[in-house]
């Protein structure tokens, strides 16, 4: 019994002490926490001084900013001494002379083309045709590039007509014009919807466009003939019953130079089993050849580029080089870039570089279908018919 009570009694013991403990240890957090608090207060009391602190620091230099503005206004002026001018001694960009000229039911074209604007692109116009006009005037050569938009938008039997017509004496042409040239001569139609055609792997596949072409030219390459000669050839020679709109047929019938300059993978002829990559090459070069010929003969003349953004400008500049690198006399050259948008390898590759020493310098911006028809009638017109 007695040894019952001791072990109540350790047991009570036992829990005093777990007692004594748990209470010792309550104190101590909060003992710690009011440690923590009260740092917490001081730091809450040294931001809150410090920012009344920089308030005191701030508050003299706003003062003294908004002081100093209110102090000290800018000076007014005194437009009683402003010097000025008759308006009769200055020169002005716009004279009446220059307006336009209202327009009348009946108007000849010529009558129009005289009332447009002689101002800006209206000047500009005027004169690219007096140009062209002066330089077949003087039995100078016009050459004409372009890329294959132009025959895309119906320009064909409008370039042969001035081809047949003495206005353009030569032309150059990317590798894409081969194509479509090729297509209404073959057919009467030409361009395809591109995007349902590359979902399918079908784009560019016609098979008349790919075997006719690439044989024309495997024919042509040992012949030594340049790729637009040797296609001409076959189209002038072969009854295709479109012939009369191919723009490479009719320089062949007419003894005017069409050269064609092919990028390797740009044209869909390219993708055809018969392409001959040898070829492709020997002909395109050889074209390359004549045209820097033609230009070495186009000193006082004109080349216009038509809606070609890359190939025409690089082969029409290193063309040029090649002339003037000969001692060919190529100057006082006025080129002419007319696309619906401004490019930058016309800007410096037809435009600026070539004239930098003498020439003119002409950017035509427009649709090809509406500002090519407008460009040569007016040229006509100068010419005379």
């Given at each position: 019994m007695a040894e019952k009570t001791s072990g109540n009694e350790g047991s009570e013991r036992g829990r005093a002490s777990g007692a004594a403990e748990k209470a010792r240890g309550a104190a101590g957090g909060a003992s710690e926490k009011a440690a923590r608090g009260a740092a917490a207060e001081k730091i809450?009391?040294?931001a809150a001084g410090g920012a009344a602190q920089k308030d005191a620091a701030d508050a003299p230099a706003k003062r003294s900013h908004k002081g100093l503005t209110a102090r000290t206004p800018a000076p007014?002026?005194?437009?009683?001494?402003?010097?000025?001018?008759r308006l009769a001694t200055r020169k002005s960009l716009v004279a009446h002379g220059a307006l336009g000229r209202p327009l009348h039911a009946g108007t000849t074209f010529g009558r129009f083309f005289q009332g447009l604007p002689d101002l800006l692109a209206g000047r500009e116009l005027r004169a690219a045709v007096m140009a062209i006009a002066e330089a077949r005037r003087a039995r100078r050569g016009v050459v004409?590039?372009?890329?294959?938009?132009?025959i895309k938008v119906g320009l064909s039997p409008l370039i042969i007509d001035l081809m047949e017509r003495g206005v353009i004496t030569a032309v150059a042409?990317?590798?894409a014009c081969v194509v479509h040239d090729f297509e209404l001569a073959y057919s009467g139609s030409t361009s395809e919807d591109v995007g349902p055609g590359l979902r399918d792997g079908s784009f560019g596949m016609a098979e008349e466009t790919g075997r006719f072409l690439n044989l024309a030219i495997r024919q042509a390459a040992p012949t030594g003939a340049g790729l637009g000669d040797g296609l001409g050839h076959v189209l002038a020679t072969t009854k295709l019953k479109y012939r009369k709109l191919s723009i490479i047929a009719a320089g062949d019938r007419l003894g005017v130079p069409v050269t064609v300059h092919v990028a390797i993978g740009t044209?869909?002829?390219?993708?055809?089993p018969e392409a001959d990559g040898a070829a492709i090459g020997a002909t395109s070069l050889r074209d390359f050849h004549r045209l820097a010929a033609t230009v070495a003969t186009l000193d006082r003349g004109v080349f216009l580029n038509l809606g070609s953004a890359v190939i025409i400008p690089e082969v029409f500049v290193k063309a040029l080089n090649v002339a003037r690198n000969l001692r060919h006399k190529v100057g006082d050259l006025t080129t002419i870039d007319m696309d619906f948008i401004r490019h930058y390898r016309p800007g410096v590759n037809v435009l600026r570089r070539p004239t930098e020493d003498s020439g003119r310098p002409i950017q035509l911006t427009g649709h090809h279908e509406i500002m090519f028809p407008l460009l040569f009638s007016a040229v006509l017109e100068e010419l005379g018919g």
């Open positions: 809450a009391r040294g007014a002026l005194d437009l009683s001494k402003i010097r000025r001018y004409l590039g372009m890329g294959a938009h132009p042409m990317n590798g044209d869909i002829i390219h993708m055809h």
